[in-house]
Every structure is written in structure tokens, then in C-alpha cells.
């Protein structure tokens, strides 16, 4: 959340810091702003909305100067406006935030004395007072290690200063931070996302370390003060995966691509010759493994949903799915024989990083499922299984959920075939049904493609909508339902089918939209009566399945043909309409598909 940039060099650095800020944007995007050294002065300017709107005003205004941050806002503390945007600068230094300041009411209560007048609501300016103060008296990484004791909570940050006017500094305390190397300028990033179309040449910084960036050198230091070496990693050159392309949005090219990224994932996994899996050293023995704990969240978690029937099924191990905000504070029992599994897309997100710094704290093991690998939980697990998705840049989490599932899935095949409760033959087979899933994928988008578009119709007369499905299907009715949510502002409740008539069946009413998801499996007869027990109380039903010849669809309104395919693995392409559904009924009501309203992409904030 938030979206912080800082850039040190020897041209002028707004426009470039602009361009930054639009990557940066799916962090965040109720307010923008930018900081330049100017004339040996602070120049700040700040708008309300996008990064658009911080470009019209630096056209009519320009700014220059060779130093500069800037921010794009995830509104915590105070209302999204122009004053409580970033950067919150003083007549000494000009901060940018990303993160959330705990102490902040007593730390302004304490600097409203020393005579600070606080312009803004956030939590933010005490950092900017504090770093003024603390610089009458120290030099300048002194100042900031001061300022950072004083805080609690999470933080990155990146400061100007108009006494060291030839630096950029930045700081770090659970919220992510990147600095990146390029030729005569140095950068600080949010994300190395926002900094690879400028370098590949990449630092993280970990909780309490600075970095001091000149144009041409970067020094990093301790909470004690003390100069200290960091490690370069060369990033990946994957530039072209995050541009749109021909697509008018990122979700609807990510939606798209699925049958590609699961393919390249299939074959990072599977050895399609020895008809094997492989997880490259996994270091922990399965069958060493008396429990597996899945975490997550949101999407994230509705593949943990998913895993825990793929597990329960294949391997004769006791899962327990947690949502990370509710583990990192139940008190938890944790065990040297179980695995920990946290899975997230970008890696970064705060609860599940808490989560996982809880079981390292506690010395269990570890394993991350995760699509960013230069990230946090990524760096901070025992070993990580990436999801092989490539850049996901629209706020819906779409392909990533896909990969998500697909690597649980995997995992639970190898395991149980490592500790040998699956047989040869069964094993192959999954092996050989996950070698066919892109194709499948593929047929599905282009069945779908046609369809949707008139179903999405029949949600725009609606308040709501109800997803339904047992088993396997539940969790991807809950994800169905979360999409069309986030995406398109309606009221969906994903339930599974059988729970209905203890309460939620009260909200079908003539012409309410229920997806019921239906594959054939062992529990399609009775989905397909609570199917009828919707229809009998006037609910607009769509009927996703692949066993289309045993249902008696007189009274359903839309039916969708799903391919078939092994059972295990008939949720991967029930998915696909839904994320299009929800795709076409927030276009029909002109909604921002990219980036839904209070909404971003790395929740870096609790
Ligand atoms: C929904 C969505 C969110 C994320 C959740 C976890 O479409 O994207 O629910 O799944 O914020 O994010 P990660 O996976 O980055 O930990």
C-alpha cells in the first residue's frame, strides 16, 4: 500500500519519477505527490487522485532538480485530500510514507509542544518533525536512526533534506523498500517493479537498516550507526510482461494469459518425460510432517480453501487453513513437526508476513508459495515454491489465484507420493491431467469469452448475488463472489450449497443472480437440488458444469458448458468465468477495472 519512489541524480528527475509513480500506482491512488530540491529549497507539489492529475499541475508548474521523491496514497490515517497527501515536508525535510505510524497522537501531542503546527491529519508529519528536530542535534544517519526509535508500527520511508542537499535517504521497519544502481543516479523503490525500467541492478533493505543515496554512490547503515555491505541482485529481464499490450486493462490480459503462466508453471514442476514432480531440494521430508498449516489472504487464502480438500484427499496429513490476519494473533500452538505454508502473490503483504515472522520467531518450519520472489516472505521463508505468474499488475488478483492453486496442487501430489499414499498409477494420472490443464484453460477462455458479456447483463438490475458450491466448488464460489465484490461494488456472498437453507436462503428473491458451480463429482446430485431449491424460490440461476446431459435445466436461466477433465482439477476452469464475470459487470457499470475504489494492490499496512 502506497506507493513511495526517490530518485538521486545528476539531471533533473520529475519526469521520471512520474513514470515511476504510474507503475507504482496499484499500490495506491486517492492522492499523488512529488519533492524536488530546488534552488537549495524544499519544492513540493501534491494533488488530490492519480498520477494524472500531479502531471497536469507540474506542466502548468514545472519542476526540476536533480534530487527528488515521490508517493502515490493508500489513505490510513486522514481523509484522501491534497494537504494529507505525500510528501509532508517542514522548512528542513520533505518525507514520503508507506506504512502506518502507531504512536503518532502521542508523538504529536509531544512535538505540538516543542511548537510543530501539524498541517494534516496523517500520521505521516511526525515523522517530518521528528527528523527536523533530531537534525538540530545529530548528523544526518544519526537523526534518522533517532527519529526511527521513537516510532512504532511499520514504515518505509524516503526523506529529502535541504541541509544534505545532494541526498536521498530512505528506511525500512516492515513495509518494503528497494534501492536501486544505475548509471549517474541512484533510485529507492516501493517495489523493484517500479524501478526496472530504469535498473536491474537491485538492493533490498531490511528492518532497521538506511541507505544513503548520492548520485553515484549508496551507503548503507545499522540501527547502531555503523556502515554496512549489502548484496546486488541482478533482476530478471521481464520488462515486457507488465505492459498491457493490445488489452484495454491489465485484469483482462491476466485473465487471458492463464493458459500461459499454468503452463509455464506445469513446466517448472513437472518432469513431463519421467512423468514425475519435482520440487528442487525441498528441504523438508514429508514424511517427517505430522500437520500442515495453510495461511493467506483474501484470494491468497481462497487457494488455501482449495488446498485443504486437495490435501485432505491425497495425502492422510491434518490440514488447518488460518486467515493471517486472525493467526498472527490467536494464540496459536505452534509445532516443530508441522509445516507452515504462507501464500501470497506479491509476497509482501502484512499480516501474512507477521504470520510467517511468528512461526520464524518460534523456529518452525517454513515454506512460501509466492509470484514475486525478490520479496519478503519469499527472503524470509525456509524455502519458497514460486507460482512462475509473472508481473500481476491489475488490484484483482486473477492469474496469480490460478498459480496459487496449481503449485498447492502439486504439492500435495509429491507429498503424498513421497510418503506413498497415492498409487503409481494414480499419480501418473494427475501428472498427465496437469500436462493437459493449459489446453484446457485455453478452450474455457474462448467459450467464455462468448458468453459472459450477455450474462454479466443481468447484474446490472441486481443489488447482489449469491455464489454456491460444495467441495472443491465452495472455495471458488467464495472467490467468484470476492472478485465481483472488489471489482464491480455489488453485494456477493459465496457460501457452500449446502449451508443455504440455514439461513442465507432467506435472501433468494424473484430474479436474485445465484451461480451455482456444479462439476461432476460426488457431490453434483446434491448441489443441483439446492439448485432447484433456488429456482423454486424465483432466483436467476447461471449453471456452470461439465455434466451438462444429467441436468434438467428448464428453468435455468444461463447454463455454461465447462470442458471435462479429471475431477481434482475442474476448478481451475470454473474459475475463469467467474473472474470474467465479474471483469464484464464492472466495465458494463464503468467501473475502474485495474484499480477498484479503496482498494490496492500490496497491503503493506495491518
Ligand atoms: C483479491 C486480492 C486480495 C489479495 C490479498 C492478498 O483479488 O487480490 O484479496 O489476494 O490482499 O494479497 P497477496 O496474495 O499479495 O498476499
Given at each position: 500500500?502506497?506507493?513511495?519512489?526517490?530518485?538521486?541524480?545528476?539531471?533533473?528527475?520529475?519526469?521520471?519519477?512520474?513514470?515511476?509513480?504510474?507503475k507504482l500506482e496499484y499500490r495506491g491512488y486517492d492522492s499523488a505527490g512529488i519533492a524536488t530540491i530546488l534552488n537549495g529549497n524544499i519544492d513540493e507539489k501534491k494533488c488530490t487522485g492519480r498520477v494524472d492529475n500531479l502531471e497536469k499541475i507540474l506542466f502548468k508548474n514545472p519542476s526540476s532538480g536533480s534530487l527528488g521523491i515521490g508517493h502515490v496514497r493508500w489513505a490510513t490515517h486522514g481523509v484522501p485530500n491534497q494537504v494529507n497527501a505525500h510528501p509532508h515536508s517542514s522548512e528542513e525535510v520533505s518525507v514520503v510514507?508507506?506504512?502506518?505510524?502507531?504512536?503518532?497522537?502521542?508523538?504529536?501531542?509531544?512535538?505540538?509542544?516543542?511548537?510543530?503546527?501539524?498541517?494534516?491529519?496523517?500520521?505521516t508529519e511526525v515523522i517530518t518533525f521528528l527528523l527536523?528536530?533530531?537534525?538540530?542535534?545529530?548528523?544526518?544517519?544519526?537523526?534518522?536512526?533517532?527519529?526511527?526509535?521513537?516510532?512504532?508500527?511499520?514504515?518505509a520511508l524516503g526523506i529529502l533534506f535541504k541541509k544534505y542537499n545532494n541526498v536521498v535517504a530512505g528506511a525500512r521497519r516492515g513495509s518494503p523498500l528497494a534501492v536501486g544502481y544505475g548509471p549517474n543516479e541512484n533510485y529507492l523503490g516501493s517495489d523493484s517493479y517500479a524501478l526496472k525500467s530504469m535498473t536491474n541492478k537491485i538492493t533490498y533493505l531490511d528492518d532497521g537498516e538506511i541507505c544513503i543515496l548520492t548520485?553515484?554512490?549508496?551507503?548503507?547503515?545499522?540501527?547502531?550507526?555503523?556502515?554496512?555491505?549489502?548484496?546486488?541482485?541482478?533482476?530478471?529481464?521481464?520488462?515486457?510482461?507488465?505492459?498491457?499490450?493490445?488489452?484495454?486493462?491489465?485484469?483482462?490480459?491476466?485473465?487471458?494469459?492463464?493458459?500461459?503462466?499454468?503452463?509455464?508453471?506445469?513446466?517448472?514442476?513437472?518432469?513431463?518425460?519421467?512423468?514425475?514432480?519435482?520440487?528442487?531440494?525441498?528441504?523438508?521430508?514429508?514424511?517427517?510432517?505430522?500437520?500442515?498449516?495453510?495461511?493467506?489472504?483474501?484470494?491468497?487464502?481462497?487457494?488455501?480453501?482449495?488446498a485443504k480438500y486437495w490435501f485432505e484427499e491425497i495425502t492422510n496429513i491434518p490440514i488447518e487453513i488460518d486467515v493471517a490476519s486472525e493467526f498472527r494473533y490467536r494464540k496459536v500452538n505452534l509445532h516443530k513437526e508441522n509445516l507452515y505454508i504462507f501464500v501470497s502473490q506479491s509476497g509482501e503483504t502484512a499480516d501474512t508476513f507477521a504470520a510467517l515472522d511468528l512461526c520464524k520467531k518460534n523456529k518452525v518450519k517454513t515454506c512460501s508459495i509466492v509470484n514475486v520472489v525478490e520479496s519478503s516472505i519469499a527472503r524470509?521463508?525456509?524455502?519458497?515454491?514460486?507460482?512462475?505468474?509473472?508481473?500481476?499488475?491489475?488490484?484483482?488478483?486473477?492469474?496469480?489465484?490460478?498459480?496459487?492453486?496449481?503449485?498447492?496442487?502439486?504439492?500435495?501430489?509429491?507429498?503424498?507420493?513421497?510418503?506413498?499414499?497415492?498409487?503409481?498409477?494414480?499419480?501418473?494420472k494427475k501428472i498427465n491431467d496437469l500436462i493437459k490443464l493449459p489446453d484446457l484453460i485455453k478452450k474455457t477462455l474462448n467459450y467464455c469469452g462468448n458468453h459472459i458479456q450477455i450474462i454479466a447483463k443481468d447484474f446490472l438490475q441486481t443489488n447482489g448475488a449469491i455464489f454456491l458450491g460444495r467441495g472443491l466448488s465452495f472455495p471458488i464460489a467464495l472467490e467468484g463472489a470476492l472478485k465481483l465484490k472488489e471489482l464491480s461494488y455489488l453485494h456477493a456472498e459465496g457460501y457452500p450449497a449446502g449451508e443455504m437453507k440455514h439461513g442465507p436462503l432467506a435472501l433468494i428473491e424473484e430474479g436474485l443472480p445465484v451461480v451455482i458451480l456444479a462439476p461432476k463429482d460426488r457431490y453434483f446430485e446434491k448441489t443441483i437440488s439446492n439448485m432447484q431449491e433456488v429456482i423454486a424460490r424465483g432466483g436467476k440461476v447461471i449453471l456452470i458444469t461439465n455434466e451438462i446431459n444429467k441436468v434438467i435445466s428448464e428453468n435455468v436461466r444461463f447454463t455454461l458448458e465447462m470442458p471435462e477433465t479429471g475431477e481434482h482439477l475442474a476448478v481451475f476452469l470454473m474459475t475463469i468465468p467467474l473472474q470474467l464475470l465479474a471483469y464484464h459487470v464492472a466495465s458494463l457499470k464503468n467501473c475502474d477495472i485495474d484499480k477498484p475504489r479503496n482498494l490496492a494492490k500490496s497491503v503493506t499496512v495491518e
Open positions: 500500500m502506497c506507493g513511495i519512489i526517490g530518485i538521486a541524480s545528476n539531471k533533473s528527475v520529475t519526469s521520471n519519477i512520474i513514470q515511476s509513480l504510474k510514507h508507506n506504512g502506518i505510524i502507531e504512536n503518532s497522537n502521542v508523538l504529536k501531542k509531544n512535538l505540538e509542544k516543542k511548537g510543530y503546527k501539524f498541517k494534516s491529519q496523517t500520521d527536523t528536530d533530531f537534525l538540530k542535534e545529530y548528523d544526518l544517519v544519526e537523526a534518522i536512526n533517532k527519529t526511527l526509535k521513537t516510532l512504532n508500527g511499520s514504515f548520485n553515484n554512490k549508496i551507503d548503507f547503515y545499522n540501527s547502531e550507526n555503523k556502515k554496512i555491505n549489502k548484496k546486488i541482485l541482478i533482476l530478471s529481464n521481464d520488462k515486457n510482461l507488465a505492459e498491457k499490450g493490445d488489452y484495454k486493462d491489465f485484469m483482462s490480459k491476466e485473465i487471458n494469459e492463464q493458459n500461459t503462466t499454468i503452463k509455464t508453471c506445469v513446466k517448472e514442476y513437472v518432469d513431463q518425460l519421467r512423468k514425475d514432480i519435482n520440487l528442487y531440494n525441498f528441504p523438508i521430508n514429508p514424511l517427517d510432517i505430522k500437520k500442515i498449516v495453510l495461511i493467506g489472504c483474501g484470494t491468497a487464502y481462497h487457494s488455501c480453501v482449495a524470509n521463508s525456509d524455502f519458497v515454491l514460486p507460482i512462475h505468474a509473472g508481473p500481476e499488475i491489475g488490484v484483482a488478483s486473477t492469474k496469480a489465484f490460478m498459480g496459487q492453486m496449481l503449485v498447492l496442487y502439486i504439492l500435495a501430489i509429491k507429498i503424498s507420493e513421497i510418503r506413498k499414499e497415492i498409487s503409481r498409477v494414480d499419480y501418473e
